[in-house]
Every structure is written in C-alpha cells, then in structure tokens.
C-alpha cells in the first residue's frame, strides 16, 4: 500500500505513530532457518550461556521466566525438549537491518529504538487506513524475513508502545492495535496496568499506587500539576501522551554518542597480567571499529575489571583511566592505552577475574579533532591503515585481522557452545547439501 495524500476521505490527524516489533526476535530469528523449531519451545541464552533473554510463548506456558539461570533450567530444558541457543548477535542484528530497510520503504520517517523495535510516522496516511497498512506490513515481514511482529498505532510514541503490548496480549487483534480513536483509547487504557506504560518505572508505578492510580487511564485522567510535583516533568510528560498530546518526537538523525563501551564476562576466569593484557586489547580493538563506524575519535580510555561476586572467591574490583595524547579511533593507540590501564588495576595474587571492559568518553568528531603538538601520531597513515582493516573485516568477517595483542588462542574469550551459524553473513557457515 502506498501512502495517500491527505487530502479528501477520512481526516489526517497531525500526528500519528506505529511501533512495530519482532515477536520473541531473538527466538524468531533461530526459528526462520530451523523450520523444525516451529511449534517447539526456543530460548536464546546470554553471553557465557548465564541466563535465559529471550523465550517463545511455549517457553513462556513452561514456567521460564526471563534471567532465569541456565544451570536451574538445565534439566527443565531436557525434560521439555526445549532447544536452547547462545546469543548469535551477528545473525540478529543482519536480520534486524533486513527490517529496517522494509519500514524505510513504508513510512516517510523510521526511528530504530532498539534491534527489534521501530518507531515509523503515518501521519501521511488516512486514519481509515492506517491499521490495514499494519496489517500489510506485518505480512510483508514475515514473508521477506520469516519473522512474527506485532504493531501498535497511536497519536504519540507513549501510546504506540502501549498499543503495542496491547496487540501481543490480544489475540483477536490479529497483532495490530491502533488507539487513535479516543473512545476506544480510554477504554484500553482503563485495562492496561500503569506499570506497564513507557517510561513508568517500578519506583514511580509504587508512588502511583499509594496514589491510587492503578491503571494508564487513571494517570491520563489525573491533574497534570499534581503529577508534575510528585514525579517531575518526565511524569507529567507522559500523563500527555497518554491524552494523545505528542511530547516525544522521533529521532530520524542518531544524536552523537558521548561514550563506547565494550565489556564481556569471561569463558572462563583469567589469572594472570597476560590474559587481562589480551582482553583488554581486544576490547579495545572493538571499540575503535565502533568510533570509526560512527566517524568519532575518544580522548580518554578507561579499563575495569572485577572478579565474580556470587561465588565465593575473593573480591576484587578496580579500574583505571588513561588520558590519550590526542583523540583518536585508532585500534593500535586505543590497545596500547588499554595495556598500560591493565597493568595499573592488575589485581594481589590469587585474584579471579569473571569480567573486563574497555570504556570510551569525551567522543568529538573525528574530523574536528585537534592534533598533538608533541607526541602525537601520524594520523594519516594510522587511518589509511584502520580503514583498510575496516574494508577486510568487512568483507570476510569480523576477526579476518585482528591484533596480536589480543593473542590467538583467547582461552577467556566469552563462551558460545550452542550458537547457532550466522547464516546471512558467513558463507562458510550455511548449510551444505550433499548428494545421497
């Protein structure tokens, strides 16, 4: 369906929102090249297989909730034939690119609000047909990608997000519901608990409760003064939306980030210098490829890391910060500032490390960073290099060139044992067909 010009037939309001998202995303995505997981039970685990962060519903019906620890599920798992799989955040974000570029060819605007949810603006369509164009929508996805979603239409942002959850919850809304009309608002919202509204959380939902407000239609129909005294501007902002009155605007234009971390929990305990020197470094090499994709240079680097706090062995936690000569992404200067930050924190003897990261802040321009006026590199030649880093591991894969500073066995490296392969960017991981 393409959009209709507003004019003529039903009236166009000023504003309206969709927010559409991928059902179980992670679990869906494991079923798209699996049509065995169909009707089975599928839950996604986080880094090092610790916990559950994504379930089907079927998961869901046998009692496993969200973070629940693999090792209390593990038998669980077994005895339901439930098939359990370590993140693959490489085939996840591929598929959640694929998406992005369908809603770019629908609506005039998209805002990505996380990998498997998108704002979309169709205020340039008729009221009347804006929840059959979800509906279209859901099955141009599905039928491109193989991915379930689900879509809430509202006025504003807060709105669509809680239509959303509505359309997950009901299922003869055929996984679209639109609360543009107010009548029909009112009464969803009167059913639609406040704890579940955007941006309500459990600190603030206690003091709505003592207030008595218990539903998203009682915060609606509240005094907005009251509401700003007693949980500030964000409160009464949200109180607005909830009436239909836009407060929150897309973001088309992804505002520059003030900080890049990369941080992983350990496949196993590192204990010694050398092990944290190869961690460290490859975080570190990570964290340029994130500065250079979004064209930023860092002027300080900070290095953390901890020991495991929940089973028993001695506790340690510090970190270090490390003031760079001038800003830079380059992977080799950010490695080196990361060693010296590592042998800075390196922890008394006998010490387990379960966990370390690499911070960036103080992000500027890459292309109105100052030069060093002493010391400072050859930027020329150090971009020229990283830029032809990016184009390798680009074309074959991250990790195709990596730093010998992060070592090659990488024995603390997190552990995925039940990945599956990254299907859409791996040619050496699709399934080969071989003749009987």
């Not at 591929?94 to 629908?106: K, L």
């Not at 042998?343 to 490390?353: H, I, Q």
């Not at 020329?380 to 074309?395: F, I, L, S």
Request: charge should be positive.
């Amino acid at each position: 369906m393409e959009p209709a010009p507003p004019t003529g037939g039903a009236p166009v309001t000023e504003r309206s929102f969709a927010l559409i998202d991928g059902n179980s995303f992670y679990c869906s995505c494991e079923r798209v090249f699996d049509p065995k997981l169909a009707t089975r039970p599928v839950i996604v685990l986080s880094n090092n297989d610790g916990c559950a962060i994504a379930r089907t519903s079927e998961a869901k019906a046998l009692g496993i909730k969200m973070g629940d620890p693999f090792f209390k599920i593990r038998d669980l798992c077994r005895r339901e034939r439930i098939a359990v799989y370590s993140s693959n955040y490489t085939l996840y974000g591929d598929m959640s690119r694929r998406m992005g570029w369908i809603y770019e060819s629908w609506a005039r605007e998209v805002e990505t609000y996380s990998i498997d949810e998108s704002f979309l603006d169709l205020s340039n369509f008729r009221l009347s047909e804006r929840a059959e164009l979800a509906r279209d929508l859901r099955a141009t996805v599905l039928r491109w990608t193989g991915v379930p979603t689900c879509v809430g239409i509202g006025p504003t942002k807060t709105l669509a997000k809680a239509a959303n959850a509505m359309a997950k919850k009901d299922p003869e809304a055929r996984g679209v519901v639109d609360l543009t009309d107010p009548a029909e608002r009112q009464a969803r919202l009167d059913r639609f608990h406040v704890s579940d509204v955007w941006g309500v959380g459990p600190r603030s939902w206690a003091k709505m409760e003592a207030l008595g407000i218990k539903t998203a239609g009682d915060l609606a129909r509240m005094d907005p003064r009251q509401i700003r005294m007693k949980f500030t501007v964000v409160g009464e902002r949200t109180l607005h939306e909830l009436r239909g009155v836009t407060c929150i605007d897309l973001e088309t234009v992804v505002p520059q980030r003030k900080g890049i971390a990369v941080t992983r929990s350990f496949g196993r305990p590192v204990t010694t210098l050398e092990g944290l020197i190869e961690a460290v470094a490859s975080h570190a090499f990570r964290a340029g490829e994130k500065l250079r994709r979004h064209g930023l240079a860092a002027t300080h680097l900070s290095v953390f890391a901890h020991s495991n706090l929940h089973n028993g062995d001695p506790h340690f936690s510090a970190g270090a910060t490390e003031d760079l000569i001038e800003a830079t992404s380059d992977g080799l200067a950010l490695i080196a500032a990361a060693s010296r930050g590592a042998r800075r924190l390196w922890p008394p003897r006998g010490a387990k490390l379960a966990k370390a990261g690499v911070i960036l802040d103080d992000l500027v321009r890459a292309d109105h960073a100052p030069a060093a006026l002493i010391g400072g590199r050859d930027r020329e030649k150090a971009d020229r290099m990283m830029a032809a880093v990016d184009a390798v591991n680009a074309r074959f894969g991250r990790g195709a060139i990596i730093s010998a500073a992060a070592g090659m066995k990488m024995p603390w490296a997190t552990k995925f044992e039940m990945r599956s392969p990254r299907y859409t960017t791996r040619v050496d991981e699709l399934p080969v067909a071989r003749a009987g």
